[in-house]
């Protein structure tokens, strides 16, 4: 069964730093893997996806790279901004079973002006 | 396009009640999924379809019902809500065939059983 962990939990940071967040799964049989954010009481809103076949991919100041032999994933976010504070969930869909993306719990990040 | 669309966006049951959530997309996707987000976690899957008629348990299915009769519809049906069923409910749906397709989420809806 695919598990996927975040680490941390939770992260503040001040105004203006390069932060990495962590996503492992335990089942590297996986067709992609997609990086989410969510704001307080909303939806999802999908800010990256990587192949399985990918590195990495990069949208403005946000980067993912992924390493499936080793079940590891970061979202690179550089120079954080208070509109950065959100929750961002790590997501993998794999290629057996269900064809449908098991979430980690994610990682709450709080940035202070 | 709409996209994936779902209502209601809130809803309050007392326990026994019963409701259903609807899904609509109009992406003519194969694939469409019913998940429950529970605070501080992630997703969980509940059910999935394939395509019109075809629908299998996910993780987390037990209290729920569902139905496919047409490719844009996947309504969630709860029975006998009890307060365990107080979640955030999220459909999503994505084409069929390949794998580079992401999948759409609907904004979700907020359920509230007491």
């Known amino acids: 069964k695919q598990e996927v962990t975040q680490i941390p939990a939770a992260l503040s940071v001040p105004e203006g730093e390069n932060l990495v967040l962590n996503c492992s799964f335990t089942?590297?049989?996986?067709?992609?893997l997609q990086w989410f954010r969510q704001d307080p009481g909303k939806g999802l809103t999908s800010l990256l996806l990587i192949q399985s076949s990918q590195r990495e991919q990069t949208s403005g100041r946000l980067n993912a790279s992924l390493d499936k032999s080793s079940g590891r994933s970061t979202l690179y976010i550089a120079a954080s901004q208070p509109g950065d504070s959100a929750t961002y969930l790590c997501?993998?869909?794999?290629?057996?079973?269900?064809?449908?993306?098991?979430f980690g719990s994610g990682t709450r990040l709080q940035v202070q002006p | 396009n709409a996209g994936v669309t779902q209502t209601p966006k809130f809803r309050i049951l007392k326990i026994g009640q019963s409701m259903t959530l609807q899904c609509t997309q109009d992406m003519n996707h194969n694939y469409m999924y019913w998940y429950r987000q529970d605070p501080g976690m992630g997703l969980k899957l509940i059910y999935y379809?394939?395509?019109?008629?075809?629908?299998d348990k996910g993780e987390v299915p037990n209290g729920y019902n569902v139905s496919r009769s047409t490719t844009e519809d996947f309504p969630l049906r709860l029975e006998l809500a009890a307060p365990s069923q107080t979640s955030v409910y999220f459909c999503a749906s994505r084409l069929t065939g390949g794998t580079d397709y992401e999948q759409y989420f609907g904004p979700g809806t907020r359920l509230t059983v007491t």
């Open positions: 089942d590297s049989a996986i067709y992609n």
């Open positions: 379809s394939v395509g019109a008629g075809i629908t």
């Open positions: 997501a993998v869909l794999g290629r057996t079973g269900r064809r449908a993306l098991t």
